[in-house]
């Protein structure tokens, strides 16, 4: 039996920000969490849940706009709200096994997607995934991108106005690297540790 994952990190993103992440495993899923950060300021936290099916199960978000909070619910709906200064709106969204969560940093949510992908999407292959998708500004849309399996670790992630690249470890983290309209590399200035201490050391 493989030892849960507990790892935290932190990388500068494809677009020059920096983002602190942490994701703890245990008996009902994974947590991850993240910041991002640009110029020493925060500009954003996320609070991801994955269930052990790989789907997400919470989602909140905090940005200089606002809060936002989205859950699956068992009728085939994605509900919540998003509280800003001009007040709440409350979000009903359609929702199915196959939707997935698009949020800033990008590379989380997609690591989430691409790990329940990868159970059935063969190297050199792709399909089409239904996403929420959530901005900066807490504006929640809908549509669908295609996930290309390049090899056994890197997809190809085809939106409406661009094209990203994300890969993923055997553990289904996320490696930083750069978006399609540059070359993809190794991020720079980050690392990733053990979320906790090793009893043996």
Known sequence: MSR???RAGAAVMADGGEVVWSVAEGLRGRRWRAITRRAGTITSSVLLEVGTDG???RLEVATTAGLLTLHPETTGS??????TAEGVRHLVLGWSDEHELEVE???ISAAVTARRLGRTVPVGEGTAVPVVT???DLVVGEGT???VRLDATTWRIERDD???TVAVDDHGLPVWR???KEPPSEAAGGGDWPLELDPGA
């Open 145 to 147: 991108r295609r996930y």
């Open 78 to 83: 994605l509900h919540g709200n998003a509280v």
């Open 105 to 107: 940093p990008l590379a």
């Open 162 to 164: 661009d094209t990203r």
């Open 134 to 136: 959530i901005d900066p």
């Open 178 to 180: 750069g978006s399609a």
């Open 4 to 6: 849960p994952v507990r």
């Open 55 to 57: 789907r997400p199960a």
